[in-house]
């Protein structure tokens, strides 16, 4: 037996090999499906099956090119509807994979289609549940993202009878792989860990909790942000099918002379800096959106983006083609090249450039106790600013930013702040190109925000 998670940081989403006597299987994979045939290739196996837990509204699959590259079947579980060809396990239904069983055990409550997959080792034993979006590590699926057939209530009540009558009647010592960790917005609280088990969930987690399903309903709904706008166009991506990733990189890999890149942003092209916070707050091109490459890149680029839009790349050298294929993995099917000789070659053409004014936290605490002028801005999401935030500060989480930024006085100073760093400075990013330029970053976020105030007080 052979197991391999493969996390992606940037979707904060794992997808798994699974492998006996030289047979395959990959659960959920990503868009860029080569890390899966270099795998086999590595391990002489050839790929059996493709099994998708549901349809992924917070990624684009590549389980199309996956099975297009291998003539692997691409199996979903009850409830699914696909334009393109699919084999629909039933419940239950086992799967052989060299000497092990894998055994698909619909569990709707996430998504209608929503289908766990039990593995069983070569003695016939359970030996790990990859439970895709049903059950998280601390948490549970969101259960509002329907498509007009069922009710959040519904979709809720159903989630609560696959957890009782599926998963908590697998045993304790049961390892238990979900399709997402920290960071992902398909639940409102998941841990930080990639793995864990049955056992520790029915200990820890609040919705694997003898609850009455009143109060299952409330509990699991309690709390949820809205949806990124790109969860809905993802998951029919998902459904219908979408253009084969070779093409899309080829094109996204054009390098722009500075006279193509100009004619196509005054066309109304969205300008992505990718390189660090650290980099882009000293010199950028007026207008851009700077989300890094060190961070939910993908993520973030897609909530605050429409995927429709034709988008032009600023990128640290050898950095172009990350930045392209990383942005493939929410949706962005319009990328038109990225500037030839960067930000350097802007510069050097005498291009204009803004700049964006970093300060540290102690900074951000004296200036704000002797100008009562200044606004602090905290673009955490709710759930952490409810753990903690300054008393003079206001939450605009990033998600919601563009509709907030518009009715704020152009004239104030506005310091900004996230958890860390990444996000603020997106955040930053967007008050420029409203015409907000009195703006400072926080380096360090709410973090070093914290040790200040301890600092300060012994």
Known sequence: MYIEQIYTGCLAQASYYIESNGEAVVIDPIRDYHSYLILASERNAKIKFIFETHFHA???????????????????GPETETQFDVYLAKDYETFAIGNLKLVALHTPGHTPESTCYLLRDEN????????????????????????????????????????????????????????????????????????????????????????????????????????????????TLNKTGYAQLETIIERGMKALSIEEFTVLKK??????????????????????????????????????????KPILLICDTDAEKESVLRLTRTGFDNIQGFLLGGIEGWKEAGKRIDMIIGIEADELLIDAKFDKEIEIIDVRKPGEWDNGHLPQAKNYSLQDLEKKVIDLNKDKPYYIHCAGGYRSMIAASIFKQHGISNVRNVYGGFAKIQEALLESKS
Not at 58 to 76: E, M, N, Q, R
Not at 298 to 304: E, N, P
Request: hydrophobic share 40%; with cysteine; glycine share 10%.
């Open 58 to 76: 917070d990624f684009v699959s590549g389980h199309l090119d996956l099975s297009k590259a291998t003539g692997a079947p691409i199996v979903y």
């Open 267 to 308: 066309e109304g092209a969205i300008i992505i800096d990718s390189r660090k916070p650290e980099d882009f707050e000293i010199g950028f091109i007026p207008g851009a959106f700077n989300i890094g490459l060190n961070g939910q890149y993908a993520i973030w680029a897609a909530t605050l983006i429409d995927l429709k």
């Open 124 to 235: 016939g034993n359970d030996h790990a549940l990859f439970s895709g979006d049903t059950l998280f590590i601390g948490d549970v699926g969101r259960p509002d993202l329907f498509d007009g057939k069922f009710t959040r209530e519904e979709m809720s009540t159903r989630l609560f009878n696959s957890l009782n009558s599926k998963i908590k009647n697998l045993a304790d010592g049961v390892l238990l792989y979900p399709a997402h960790g920290a960071g992902s917005s398909c639940g409102k609280s998941l841990g930080p860990e990639r793995f864990s088990t049955i056992g520790i969930q029915k200990a820890n987690n609040y919705a694997m909790q003898p609850l009455s399903l009143e109060e299952f309903i409330s509990q699991v709904n309690e709390g949820i942000s809205t949806p990124p706008a790109y969860f809905s166009k993802n998951a």
